[in-house]
């Protein structure tokens, strides 16, 4: 469904779940954090699209060592309102990871199966090292065996919109992390 309503946009947007000064605060000390924790590395960051776009733009420029930066695209299939963990790779990295040590940032692990999957793929081909950093985490909501290295905020589970995350394609562009109300 196309929205040019701001009303019908906005009535959904119901509470700020994190301001735009907590996302800047954590992302700033995560950056930090990286940025001794991979000094003389050679550090790849992997972001999974659409959902980290953001996240990762503005990580990226708190982290003050070298880095490099690659996308993939995966597809994950819903069975009703959660993740079937039958992801489907639409568009793959275009760096050989295994001459990097490999942090894959993500915007919110909720059942956790569509990263489950990619770190499998990841895997096999043999990285230096492999880690997850992701913003937002719903451990409430966890089917698979799977822990964040790093997370930086823990949320319950509502559907949260903003900050890259979306609702039907849209909410990407709020500055904020609010809950979704129908
Ligand atoms: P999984 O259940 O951990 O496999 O999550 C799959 C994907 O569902 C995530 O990468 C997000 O794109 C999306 N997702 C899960 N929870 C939310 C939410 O609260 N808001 C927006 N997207 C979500
Ligand atoms: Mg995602």
Redesign the pocket.
Known sequence: MLITDKTEFDKHITRTLISEEELRAKIKEAGEMLSREYEGKPLLLVSILK?AFIFLADLSREITIPCEIDFMSAK?YFEGT??SGNVEITMDLKHDIKKYHVLIVE?????????AEIIKMLKVREPLSLKVLTLLD?PERRVVDLKADWSLFTIPDN???GYG???GEYYRNLPIIAEYSE
Do not use: H, P
Request: hydrophobic share 35%; glycine share 10%.
């Open positions: 959902g994950s959660s993740s915007d919110i692990i909720d059942t956790g199966r569509t990263l719903k559907f949260v919109i995350l979306d609702c």
